[in-house]
């Protein structure tokens, strides 16, 4: 156990639904990463956040948003869903966002777009 | 841009062999890079990281990799396998600013090596 908890766990949606996914980083960590991993694409980094503050962006839609809350659990939004974003979610955190400091992943949301 | 290969899609040994998974990253500065695991259904777990100390880094579940910037690889090696280690592994790299500052953690990861243990 990371100590990184997502909800919910899986998540079945129809294209053009809007869905939420949470996250809560371990206790003392800052800084929260999102990650999304598919069969065609792999594990791609989407977005960042420190102690509430985006910090940097990868390859994330226009579609998708995402905010880290006062209390630092974050959540990543997707709108407008379309088959292609049928993927595991994973956020990660650290200490504080740095370079080399470890992440730690949570177990992942699996979304399937019907 | 850096960025990660992983040659291998799949490997396969029995178990008690020489487990070992190839890595080679591309970086215009020095690099941080992590081996990460995959279990089925499960998140991610950081088997190692270098960081620019000892090129020699040691893991956990005796995994070990060795940092050779001539050859720009971190293979990970096991000397011995156990039907445990079936899982997937990625290798990553930290997206450092070239300009040597700080950067903020963003990971660039490879496409993964399934590895499948024999009885």
């Known amino acids: 156990d990371s100590g990184v908890t997502q909800t919910p766990k899986h998540l079945i949606t129809a294209t053009g639904q809007r869905v939420t996914l949470r996250c809560s980083p371990r206790s003392g960590d800052l800084s929260v990463y999102w990650y999304q991993q598919s069969l065609d694409q792999g594990l791609q980094f989407l977005i960042q956040y420190y102690n509430g503050e985006e910090r940097a962006k990868g390859n994330i839609l226009e579609r998708f948003s995402a905010q880290q809350f006062p209390d630092l659990h974050s959540e990543l939004n997707l709108s407008s869903l379309e088959l292609g974003d049928s993927a595991l979610y994973f956020c990660?955190?650290?200490?504080?966002?740095?370079?080399?400091?470890?992440?730690?992943f949570g177990p992942g949301t699996r979304l399937t777009v019907l | 841009a850096q960025s990660v290969t992983q040659l291998g899609s799949h490997v396969s040994v029995s178990e008690g062999a020489l487990v070992l998974l190839r890595c080679n990253y591309s970086s215009s500065v020095p690099p941080y890079l992590f081996w990460y695991v995959q279990y089925p259904n499960q998140g991610l777990q950081l088997l190692l990281k270098?960081?620019?100390?000892?090129?020699l880094v040691k893991g956990i579940n005796g995994f070990e990799a060795e940092f050779k910037k001539s050859e720009t690889s971190f293979h990970l090696t096991k000397p011995s396998a156990h039907m445990s280690d079936a899982a997937e592994y990625f290798c990553?790299?930290?997206?450092?600013?070239?300009?040597?500052?700080?950067?903020?953690?963003?990971?660039?990861f490879g496409q993964g090596t399934i590895l499948t243990v024999h009885p």
């Open positions: 990660a955190s650290s200490v504080a966002g740095l370079t080399y400091n470890e992440q730690f």
């Open positions: 990553a790299v930290s997206d450092r600013d070239p300009s040597g500052g700080t950067s903020y953690g963003k990971l660039t």
């Open positions: 270098y960081t620019s100390a000892a090129t």
